[in-house]
Every structure is written in C-alpha cells, then in structure tokens.
C-alpha cells in the first residue's frame, strides 16, 4: 500500500512557471518509476513525464520537452515537476503516479497509484 500526495499547482500567465511535488509514502516511492500525467476538461489523461527508480532515466511528452523537467528527492521521497514558459494549452488537472507493470510509460492504465491531482491552469 502507499499513498501519493501533489502540491503546488495554481494560475499563471502564459510563460510563467511553477513547480509541483509529490510525495510519496509506503512503498509507492520504490516503484519502478514514478509519473506524471494531466487531462484537460473533456480529453483523457495523457502522460507528461516519468523518471525511472533504476537508472533514474527520464522521458517526456513531445508537447513539453524542453520546458518541462521531472527530477526526483529521494531524502524526501518527492518527485518534482518544474514546469517553465508555461502555455494555455498546458491548462489542466495533473496527477502524480506510480507504477510496477511494465509497458509503455504514457499510458495510464501501467501505473498502480495515483495522487488526487493537482490543478494548474494558465492564462494568456
């Protein structure tokens, strides 16, 4: 069992930024990797970003390369997205995940915990 917790969403103008945690308790944290995905009003949840345990290897959704990056504190057992020159389009609930199952990262249903979210929203 574990339990993931998010924080530090809010709003902001376009090209702003902001920096969410998720903190993770019990064994969430060991997971082999830890993700975080958003979903607009009306879409469906898309990943965004995933750091791997092992490795620490990181991948990231073509819309926020290079704008977002996802790091990890493993003395606070907190995963962090810091979020730069933020768009309207990245508007969105995001949500903090952890997952044992193999697959593809970006899918959801490959993620056994999931935090209650967070909400970000940017205006332009």
């Known amino acids: 069992q574990g339990q993931l917790v998010e924080s530090g969403g809010g709003s902001v103008q376009a090209g702003g930024s902001l920096r969410l945690s998720c903190t993770a308790s019990?064994?969430?944290?060991?997971?082999?990797?830890m993700g975080w995905f958003r979903q607009a009003p009306g879409k469906g949840r898309e990943g965004v970003a995933v750091i791997y345990t092992l490795g620490g290897d990181t991948y990231y959704d073509d819309s926020v390369r290079g704008r977002f990056t996802i790091s990890r504190d493993n003395a606070k057992n907190t995963v962090y997205l810091q979020m730069n020159n933020l768009k309207a389009e990245d508007t969105a609930m995001y949500y903090c995940?952890?997952?044992?199952?193999?697959?593809?990262?970006?899918?959801?249903?490959?993620?056994?915990?999931w935090g209650q979210g967070t909400q970000v929203t940017v205006s332009s």
């Open positions: 995940a952890a997952g044992e199952i193999g697959g593809i990262w970006r899918f959801p249903r490959n993620y056994n915990y």
């Open positions: 019990g064994y969430t944290y060991s997971a082999r990797r």
